[in-house]
């Protein structure tokens, strides 16, 4: 593939009941021998359904496994004793399965196949992957999803956290293009426009959507078709600029020192909000959808502490220190700061 190709996803569906048809999307897709690698407890909860749904579809499952580790080496040493035939692999389950099966299919050269059992990052939709390697989470390339495969009846049953940090890693986008844009303006990278337009488009789609309760299927359909959307704007750029910005590397930050750090989606869409505030950029937007779906009030169950946001917005920076972001400057580090203990809304959910 030269380097002005994409990869986009052969298969996208977005809707419910999709579990019991995955046997069909593969067969109709000419694969026919996998493998499934699911997270921890999913055998049970949906291991009879997918089990079936291929049989029925003359599928073969060559061998499925629970899978709770993001291990560089666990990973290699699994992929090479997967059997030959073996033309696709599928993750199933949250991120650390997804990330582990992305990467398989990325060093054997084979689709993947992408099933997240919750919405809480577009990790379901992006070519990299978080692996642990040498004992620090590293970011590696990976492999675009062949096929994404999303029941929003399975979605619902997640525990709702992961909706909130579903919510809170879509308006990210809001910020991250911000950035990505204020990154060209200063002389640093180049925008790729159309990478740009996907990933707002994304974000809007995604705030404009009239809902009542977040557990409604449209709001969560637009709410998982924004997410893919944003791995595909990644895929496009080469890079995660267009929806990785400064409030990505609050979150990184935080995960460096934290002992129990919160859900990504959780730290990135308080760091969304940060940013939005003090560059005056659509920063009510991103209140109101907080306040509507009631992100800021599970935030505030949380213990969060203001001074871990201050270190973690000071060091920011060095967390992703070739790209030129807002946080790269000291000016908007101390806004940022100061904003932790000015803002009503913050200090509604930092202590």
């Known amino acids: ?27 109709d897709e000419g694969i026919t021998q996998v493998v499934l690698l699911l997270g921890n407890g999913l055998t049970e909860m949906f291991g009879a359904t997918v089990f079936e749904s291929c049989e029925k579809a003359g599928v073969s499952i060559l061998h ?45 050269r084979i689709p993947f196949i992408s099933i997240p059992t919750s ?14 390697v040498d004992g620090h989470r590293k970011s590696v390339p990976a492999k675009m999803a ?29 910020s991250s293009t911000y950035d990505w844009q204020h990154e060209e303006d200063m002389g640093f990278g180049e925008v790729n426009d159309f990478a740009f337009m996907i990933a707002k488009k994304a974000a809007n789609s995604f705030v404009r959507t009239p809902f009542e309760s977040i557990d409604e299927d449209l709001f969560l359909k637009e709410l998982l078709d924004s997410l893919a ?19 990505h590397m609050i979150s990184h930050a935080l995960d460096s020192f934290l002992e129990r750090p919160q859900l990504h989606g959780v730290q990135v869409g308080i ?14 937007r991103v209140d109101n959808i907080f306040t509507k779906t009631g ?47 000015t803002d009503e809304k913050l200090k509604a959910i930092l202590h």
């Open 295 to 341: 992100f800021w009030d599970y935030c505030a169950t949380l213990d969060l502490k203001a001074e871990d946001y201050s270190k973690a917005i000071d060091m920011a920076p060095s967390m992703k220190p070739h790209r030129h972001t807002y946080l790269h400057e000291e000016k908007y580090r101390q806004l940022a700061k100061d904003l932790l203990t």
């Open 1 to 27: 593939m030269s380097k002005d190709e994409i990869s986009i996803p052969s298969i996208l569906k977005i809707e419910r009941g999709v579990t019991s048809h995955i046997g069909d999307f593969l067969r």
């Open 64 to 108: 499925h496994q629970e899978m709770d580790t993001v291990d560089f080496n666990d990973i290699t040493d699994l992929a090479f004793e997967l059997p030959n035939k073996t033309q696709a692999v599928i993750g199933m389950g949250g991120g650390k399965v997804i990330d582990a099966a992305k990467y398989i299919g990325y060093i054997l």
């Open 119 to 132: 919405s809480s990052s577009d990790g379901f939709s992006s070519s990299s992957a978080s692996l642990t």
């Open 146 to 174: 062949y096929g994404i495969l999303v029941d929003t009846d399975v979605i619902k049953s997640a525990p709702v956290k992961f909706l909130y940090s579903g919510v809170g890693d879509m308006v990210a986008k809001i």
């Open 229 to 247: 959307m944003s791995g595909i704007a990644n895929e496009i750029a080469g890079s995660s600029a267009p929806t990785s910005g400064s409030e």
């Open 271 to 284: 760091g969304t909000y940060i940013m939005c505030k003090i560059t005056d950029h659509r920063w009510k």
